[in-house]
């Protein structure tokens, strides 16, 4: 009984962390360039738990929540008309200073500008040129080319430091549209990658989907939980009859 109530338990535990991973993705379905949060399971033998002493003769088995990760498939880019927004097609990156001082990435693009001409994120962060120094324009009609060059009045400004990653693998969410990487996985863009001005690639959320998936996981839930009640129950009922004298 102590078996089936402690899987119970995790499945009911693994559906809600789904759910709130869920939520959190369809509150950003409409945030421009949100990568997805996803998460991946694992078969956790019972053999691990030790139940009965003697591993190699047990064989079921339970999932468990192992790892989440950032799906970077890329979204729908729309047009927009705004000098200062950006897409990249392909699988590339625009580069910012934390203020940790530390880089990110992102692929949400929707830049702006301050009185002193500093092109920043809509976090007021700034955005780096291929040398990793903060871009600053001057006044005038701004244009870009598909290689992420910046022009102000016809004459080239900054170059937007578009980088590629090496390993899909081995990036984190730091926050909001922000992941990091180790600067030994960055990689020069290829022929691949080009920039979009006056477009903005938006979530790669797709919310019919999470939508039908939340039904299903709150079902399951729903249902780890009244397991976990009944044995919950039977619990009650063994400590309350069992040594009783009956008579």
Do not use: C
Not at 62 to 91: C, E, K, P, W
Not at 120 to 144: F, H, R
Not at 150 to 166: E, H, R, S
């Amino acid at each position: 009984m102590q078996l089936g109530f402690f899987i119970s338990g995790v499945a009911g535990q693994m559906a809600q962390g789904k759910l709130d991973n869920i939520s959190n993705n369809l509150a950003n379905a409409n945030t421009t360039g949100f990568l997805e949060d996803r998460v991946a399971f694992s078969s956790l033998m019972s053999n691990k738990m030790g139940r009965n002493g003697t591993p190699d003769q047990t064989s079921s088995a339970f999932l468990s929540m192992n790892r989440q990760y950032v799906s970077t498939q890329a979204g729908s880019i729309r047009h927009t008309g705004n000098d200062y927004d950006f897409a990249i097609r392909g699988d590339g990156y625009f580069r910012v200073r934390m203020n940790n001082g530390q880089q990110a990435l992102t692929r949400a693009g929707n830049f702006k500008i301050d009185a002193d001409g500093n092109l920043l994120t809509q976090g007021n962060l700034p955005v780096l040129d291929q040398s990793g120094s903060p871009i600053k324009l001057t006044a005038g009609a701004v244009s870009a080319t598909e290689n992420g060059t910046i022009y102000v009045n016809g004459q080239p400004a900054a170059d937007l430091g578009v980088t590629m990653l090496k390993d899909e693998r081995q990036i984190h969410k730091v926050a909001g549209v922000l992941i990091t990487t180790p600067a030994s996985n960055l990689a020069k863009p290829d022929k691949t990658i080009s920039v979009l001005q006056g477009s903005l690639e938006d979530s790669n959320v797709n919310s019919i989907k999470l939508m039908a998936q939340m039904i299903d996981t709150m079902r399951s839930y729903q249902s780890m939980m009244k397991i976990v009640q009944q044995y919950d129950q039977q619990a009650g009922m063994l400590n309350n009859k069992v040594g009783t004298v009956q008579g």
